[in-house]
């Protein structure tokens, strides 16, 4: 031990000589009880702003995704109709020539973009999914964004009159990200079914799962030969980390599924988590009615507790509200949340000045995102 490390250690043992044992020991209490108080007086960031589930998936998906890690790092992934496929197809009772699996649901729309509007104009119901202006940009089309009906579901009106001879797709997200309201089933087929041929519907359902059980609109892909739907396993299936999702196309376009297919496959451990997620149906129905409930009640929580605050959300059928503040902009609220280390989603990043986008997690988060909505409101 050097000289000065030497000379640090015996003062600090010096304090100790002038007292008792029992006031070295009231010392000591004193000094852990000052130490504990700090701890409890932290407050941690909240990040209510991502749109990732909040726990961790399944454990025999963690299981299996560790286990095929360590056995086949080494190794190239799977490529084509492996395991994943045949539990994905399986799942929805479809042809496996019916489903691509890729790198989650953003980098399918991109490919899905790039195969059928590259050239040509993309509808947007607005506002959506944040990125998917900048995918259809890098798809080689232009976006064309058209507002949303004022229940923050898509206006299929609005978007069939700004469907013109340049269109090539219609993209929506359903439930919609970020007011969380759904595509009504029978008014999708009848757009769908009206649109020119050369017109693909595009509908992104990364958080169906945690929407009531006949939401999705997977269903009519049997039966429209322009409907293209992608699914997400970050989500309701707690796997945002595996980077995982898929695509159910037209019985009739196998050439377009191979075409969405990455080149070098999905890494084994995403394949192997989405097989143990799916693998026992009444398991994996369990799992995901769990966490619609958990998503329903912080909803319904939230609603009452803001029902006499300026604050206030439209229907929503997932885990995300579109929240905003009466007299109060976007700014504000997320200025006056971050002083209070909770963070949302600004409006800005869907161009809009009024909201913000909260994730909702569990019943202490819901308290505290409104206690804190409460000292602003004060």
């Known amino acids: ?19 008792s044992p029992q006031e070295s020991s009231s010392r000591l209490r004193k000094q852990r ?88 104009e993309v509808v947007l119901a607005w506002p959506s999914w944040a990125a998917l202006p900048a995918l259809a940009g890098r798809a080689g089309a232009r976006p064309v964004p058209v507002a949303l009906a004022p229940d ?48 693909s519907v595009l509908v992104d359902e990364a958080l169906v799962e945690l929407a009531p059980e006949d939401a999705s609109v997977a269903p009519l892909v049997a039966d429209l030969a322009n409907l293209v739907v992608l699914r997400s396993f970050s989500k309701g299936w707690a796997m945002a980390g595996l980077r995982v999702g898929y695509v159910l196309g037209p019985a009739a376009d196998t050439e377009l599924m191979r075409a969405l297919t990455p080149g070098q496959g999905v890494a084994s451990p995403a394949q192997a988590g989405v097989v143990a997620a799916l693998e026992d149906p009444a398991r994996a129905a369990a799992r995901l009615a769990l966490r619609r409930s ?67 997690r569990d019943r202490p988060s819901t308290d505290r995102l409104v206690a804190a909505l409460n000292v602003i409101y004060v």
């Not at 009106?157 to 007011?179: E, F, I, K, Q």
């Not at 579109?322 to 869907?350: E, S």
């Open 152 to 199: 923050g579901g898509p206006d299929f009106g609005a978007m069939a009159a700004a469907v013109t001879d340049a269109t090539r797709a219609v993209v929506l997200c359903s439930p919609n990200d970020p007011t969380g309201a759904l595509a009504d089933r029978g008014a999708l087929r009848a757009f769908a079914e009206s649109l020119p041929p050369q017109v």
């Open 33 to 120: 009880l000052e130490e504990r108080s700090l701890e409890l007086a932290r407050v941690d960031d909240l990040d209510l702003a991502t749109t990732a589930w909040h726990e961790p998936p399944d454990p025999e998906v963690v299981n299996a995704a560790t286990f095929a890690l360590r056995r086949s790092i080494n190794h190239y992934p799977e490529t084509g109709a492996g395991p994943a496929v045949r539990a994905i197809a399986a799942h929805h009772g479809v042809p496996e020539a019916r489903i691509a699996l890729g790198h989650g649901a953003g980098q399918l729309l991109q490919a899905a973009l790039r195969e059928l509007a590259s050239g040509g």
């Open 294 to 360: 958990l998503a329903a009640a912080e909803r319904a929580r939230l609603a009452t507790a803001l029902a006499d605050t300026p604050f206030s959300f439209g229907t929503s059928h997932a885990h995300i509200v579109w929240l905003r503040g009466q007299d109060m902009t976007a700014a504000q609220i997320v200025h006056g949340l971050l002083g209070q280390r909770i963070q949302v989603a600004p409006g800005a990043a869907w161009d809009d000045d009024e909201h913000v986008r909260v994730t909702l």
């Open 1 to 19: 031990m050097s000289p000065p490390r030497r000379r640090r250690r015996i003062d600090y043992y010096r304090q100790f000589e002038a007292l």
